[in-house]
């Protein structure tokens, strides 16, 4: 305890006697309804604290008034000292184990995931165009989910007009046009956030730009190649390859970095990432891609899929912790609220966006572009 805890101060004599010899002075002994049985010797020369008079100070601080729920008592009582050590029989509380958590409602998550998985291989296997709009309405969202986490943390107002156009342009002209098309819709989207910006205030000009063209190239010119994908004969396979072997990358880095991960991969950008998670990722993709690669892909064999494997779970990972990166400079953990259980729309594409490029062209370099 503090010293507080046993009330006032005491005053000047008060452990020993006053100036003239009399009885020690204090409100222990001045208090009229304190009754002492035990005589206090005259000490001529009261040493510093420590020996045996430290029982009289216990006595005297102990007894008086201060003390309300306390009577007086005729044997005195030995102070309690001021630090008390614990004492070392004493029993310590176990402590309590912590379960590992995913952090996400995995229900939520598992449902969503579902949902989503129908929806893109039903428009994927019967209608072309039909994906090819639901590419173009995932960009559109991402570029809101990303342009409002500018605007809310940086103060970075990046032109949601020109991109979202822009950007659904982008998609399907990579779809009609090919490469060629992309690139030029790329390079349109990039005017039309200069000139539309230009109707506002110069403040800010180069940094709201600059935003909105570098949104125009994460979000929909990366998304674009999954439409170059979809061109061929069997582009459906193809775009299918594609997310199986990027799901189970993610898959098989949380499986594995969740038991067994104990060395931090990247713990200044993303905490959660172990090197024992990053080769699950490349050992469950290199399986997942040799199995594709040799019965989904026409003239496909085991051994391009073992290298496609390897470089998707690579992008996949760059492409969570660039995500991660952009997040934690923004201070967020997610980009958005609309998916339950997996946060927005661009944190399901952090992976997918720089992983499309990579496999259309392993794609065409292994089985050609048609």
Not at 46 to 53: E, F, I, N, W, Y
Not at 154 to 178: F, H, N, R, S, T
Not at 335 to 344: E, I, N, Q, V
Request: net charge neutral; aromatic share 8%.
């Amino acid at each position: 305890m503090n010293d507080s805890s046993w009330g006032a101060p005491p005053q000047a004599g008060y452990w020993g006697p006053s100036e003239q010899g009399a009885a020690p002075a204090g409100p222990a002994y001045d208090a009229p309804e304190t009754q002492q049985t035990r005589p206090m010797p005259i000490v001529p020369d009261v040493p510093a604290h420590g020996g045996h008079q430290d029982d009289d100070r216990g006595a005297a601080r102990l007894s008086g008034p201060l003390f309300r729920d306390e009577t007086t008592s005729a044997q005195p009582r030995a102070a309690a000292p001021q630090n008390p050590e614990p004492m070392p029989d004493a029993p310590q509380p176990a402590p309590r184990r912590q379960k590992k958590s995913a952090g996400r409602d995995l229900s939520a998550a598992i449902g969503v995931g579902l949902g989503l998985g129908v929806v893109i291989i039903a428009s994927l296997f019967v209608v072309k165009a039909a994906f090819v709009g639901v590419i173009a309405a995932a960009v559109v969202v991402g570029l809101w989910e990303l342009t409002s986490r500018l605007a809310e943390r940086k103060q970075i107002k990046a032109p949601l007009v020109p991109l979202a156009v822009g950007g659904a342009a982008m998609v399907v002209a990579g779809y009609l046009k090919g490469a060629e098309g992309a690139w030029v819709a790329m390079a349109l989207t990039s005017l039309a956030v200069l000139v539309w910006r230009m109707t506002q205030p110069p403040e800010g000009y180069l940094k709201d730009v600059t935003a909105g063209v570098f949104a125009a190239f994460y979000v929909p010119f990366l998304a674009s190649f999954v439409a170059l994908l979809l061109t061929a004969a069997d582009g459906p396979w193809r775009v299918l390859t594609f997310l199986v072997l990027t799901v189970v990358s993610d898959t098989g880095a949380y499986a594995v970095g969740w038991r067994f991960g104990t060395h931090k991969l990247a713990p200044r950008i993303s905490p959660g990432k172990t090197r024992e998670g990053l080769l699950g990722a490349v050992s469950f993709a290199m399986v997942a891609g040799a199995l594709c690669m040799q019965f989904l892909i026409d003239d496909g064999t085991w051994w391009q899929g073992l290298v496609l494997g390897l470089a998707v779970a690579v992008s996949a990972t760059l492409g969570d912790l660039g995500e991660s990166m952009i997040k934690r400079d923004l201070g967020i953990k997610d980009m958005g609220t609309l998916l339950p259980g997996h946060g927005g729309i661009m944190d399901r594409l952090d992976s997918l966006l720089p992983t499309a490029p990579v496999v259309w062209l392993l794609m065409v370099a292994f089985v050609g572009s048609g």
